[in-house]
C-alpha cells in the first residue's frame, strides 16, 4: 500500500518525519478519550512505536494504518486492523481542530473501497465508544448496521467501557457509493 488519494485527502502509512506532528493532535483527551488502544497522555515514544509497528504490521498484512493528510497537513489517522475472526475493523481519528468537516466520512469511504476492492473483502466491522455521536453519525451514513454492543478496555480511561458494534457488506457498500 502506497497511498490512496480522494478528493481533498491523502491518505497513507506513517513515517518517521510525522511522529511529531502524529503527537500534537493525539495528545489530546478530547481526541484521545474514544480511541480504545491509545494511551493517556501520548508522547514522543508512543509515536515512534506507532510508526515502527505500522510498517510491521503493513508487511504482514494484518494491520494498514494510515495517517490523513489534507493540503499537506496532518489532520488524523485511519486503518484496517484484521481480527481474530478475519474481519477486518475499520478505525480512525481526526484532530479536535479538523471535526466536523467530513474528513472522517471521506476518508473512511476510500478505506472502505481499499478494504473491499484490494483485500477482497466481503464485510467491514468497526465499533464507537458509548456516547461518541459523531462517530456514530460517520458509520452511518456510510451505511453501517448495528451489529450489538460489547464492553472492550479503553487504555485513556484504564477500564472496560461499552462499545457498540457495527458492520457493513460489500453489496450494501455498492449500492450506496
Not at 10 to 20: A, C, G, W
Not at 79 to 108: C, F, K, M, R
Not at 123 to 149: M, P, Q, T
Request: hydrophobic share 40%; net charge negative.
Amino acid at each position: 500500500m502506497d497511498s490512496i488519494q480522494t478528493y481533498r485527502l491523502i491518505i497513507k502509512p506513517p513515517e518517521p518525519v510525522d511522529v511529531e506532528a502524529l503527537v500534537a493532535l493525539v495528545n489530546n483527551w478530547e481526541v484521545v478519550k474514544w480511541l480504545a488502544n491509545v494511551p493517556y497522555p501520548y508522547n514522543i515514544s508512543h509515536g515512534i512505536n506507532y510508526v515502527e509497528k505500522s510498517k510491521q504490521n503493513l508487511e504482514m498484512g494484518s494491520q494498514y494504518n494510515c495517517l490523513i493528510f489534507l493540503q499537506d497537513y496532518l489532520v488524523g489517522g485511519i486503518g484496517l486492523d484484521l481480527q481474530e475472526n478475519d474481519i477486518y475493523e475499520l478505525g480512525y481519528w481526526l484532530g479536535e481542530e479538523h471535526w466536523g468537516q467530513g474528513i472522517a466520512t471521506e476518508a473512511s469511504r476510500a478505506m472502505l473501497s481499499f478494504g473491499f476492492n484490494e483485500l477482497n473483502q466481503t464485510r467491514i466491522e468497526a465499533g464507537y465508544g458509548d456516547g461518541n455521536d459523531a462517530s456514530a453519525n460517520v458509520l452511518k451514513k456510510l451505511g453501517f448496521v448495528n451489529l450489538g454492543e460489547t464492553m472492550r478496555f479503553c487504555k485513556s480511561h484504564n477500564k472496560e467501557m461499552k462499545e457498540h458494534l457495527v458492520y457493513l457488506e460489500l453489496e450494501r457498500f455498492q449500492n450506496l457509493s
